[in-house]
């Protein structure tokens, strides 16, 4: 199974935490399902690294996080939720520092890779070493024409659609 991920954070600073997490995941039927959470900040995590321009963005104030759910508890839900799926997500190298990150805060914490959206859509839709030009272009024009929200159930329910009208294309959903 494939999940595909989101984070918001504090800022994109390499001490950055994160403080949203979304996955969402396509069902046999074709449903695509998205769950996200607020993560309050472990107090290991420098409150340096907040930045009001991130909070611009994602338009998540710093004070919504003082009631989300502790680190350690949003990480094992992820790692619950997660299993043994693969991850898939836009922004890999920001990705993954966020989820070990988040994932520290758990005992005895799991390697979880992510991989990246684009490398992995061209290895699912392709055939031979060869593009299948429909899917992936089916792939790609709805990821423009959805927008960024930048939101992290949001943003990773874009990257599920986008798969799924791939996966239409190649008759493998209905």
Known sequence: MLIFMDFEASSLASDSWPIEIGLSWIDPDGTVHSVGKLIRPDPAWQETAWSEQSADVHRIPRSDLDDADPAEEVARWAIDTIGDARLIADAPEFDQRWLDRL???????????????????????????????????????????????????????????????????LGRLP
């Open 103 to 169: 994932l520290s805060t758990s005992p005895n914490p799991p390697t979880l890779p992510i991989y990246d959206f684009h490398q992995a859509a061209w290895t699912a839709f392709t055939k031979d070493g060869n593009p299948i030009s429909a899917a992936l272009d089916a792939v790609y024009e709805k990821r423009e024409r959805r927008r960024t929200v930048h939101r992290a159930a949001q943003d990773a329910a874009d990257l599920a659609h986008a798969w799924r009208a791939g996966l239409r294309v």
